[in-house]
């Protein structure tokens, strides 16, 4: 079955720590992956997206993310995170065999000023 | 910017009534797509529409729950009989192409009580 997993459920953090988020995906042929963030009360905003060509992809507010395929993980870093990072954020994809996007579980991640 | 707005914010209703979830996609964009999340769950896929036709469903989206573009702007969402296990987050999104990233919108909560 294709499925998004997301490792980690719960994240705690001190400003400044680095933040890696662990995505794991199960899909045949081409995929188009993408991180989404959920700010407290606000509505999914995308963080970034990877579609082709180079796998480490930028997006904004200083987040990062690495494609690599022979491990089908899409994991999400940033180097120094700030207490206005606190939100849920979301791992998505969609397979060239379905238009859908799946998405994983979710992780929280709670930054301690 | 553009983006995708739904109405109402927060919905409150009885056991068994119809709800009716209103969405107006960005205005260019042809893919439309309703999610929602039960709290504490994952978001879930429910349905996505494109050409006036429903593209794919999910196990979720049964016989009680319909979508509808009526007037080329709005995308609704209703669920016929609500039960108290649909009480959920409900989030329409719009993609301008298969594949594309998806705009979400602030999303519906559904209260059934």
């Known amino acids: 079955a294709q499925s998004v997993s997301q490792h980690n459920h719960h994240v705690i953090l001190s400003e400044a720590a680095s933040l890696e988020l662990g995505c794991n995906y199960s899909?045949?042929?081409?995929?188009?992956l993408f991180w989404y963030v959920q700010y407290p009360g606000q509505h999914l905003q995308l963080l970034l997206k990877y579609f082709s060509g180079d796998p480490l992809v930028k997006g904004i507010k200083g987040f990062e993310a690495e494609f690599i395929k022979s491990k089908f993980s899409f994991n999400l870093r940033k180097p120094s995170v700030q207490w206005s990072d606190t939100a849920e954020y979301f791992c998505a994809v969609i397979s060239s065999n379905t238009g859908k996007l799946i998405f994983g579980q979710g992780t929280t991640l709670q930054v301690k000023p | 910017e553009p983006e995708v707005t739904q109405t109402p914010s927060h919905q409150v209703t009885q056991m068994g009534q119809e709800v009716i979830l209103r969405c107006v996609p960005i205005?260019?964009?042809?893919?439309f797509y309703w999610y929602r999340q039960i709290l504490g769950q994952k978001v879930e896929f429910l349905v996505s529409f494109y050409n006036n036709e429903i593209s794919e469903k999910s196990e979720i989206f049964d016989d009680q729950f319909s979508v509808e573009r009526p007037d080329g702007s709005n995308f609704t969402l209703k669920i016929r009989s609500t039960k108290l296990e649909d009480s959920a987050m409900y989030f329409c999104?719009?993609?301008?192409?298969?594949?594309?990233?998806?705009?979400f919108g602030q999303g519906t909560r559904l209260t059934v009580v």
């Open positions: 899909y045949g042929g081409t995929v188009n």
């Open positions: 999104a719009s993609s301008a192409r298969e594949g594309a990233e998806a705009f």
């Open positions: 205005s260019n964009h042809l893919y």
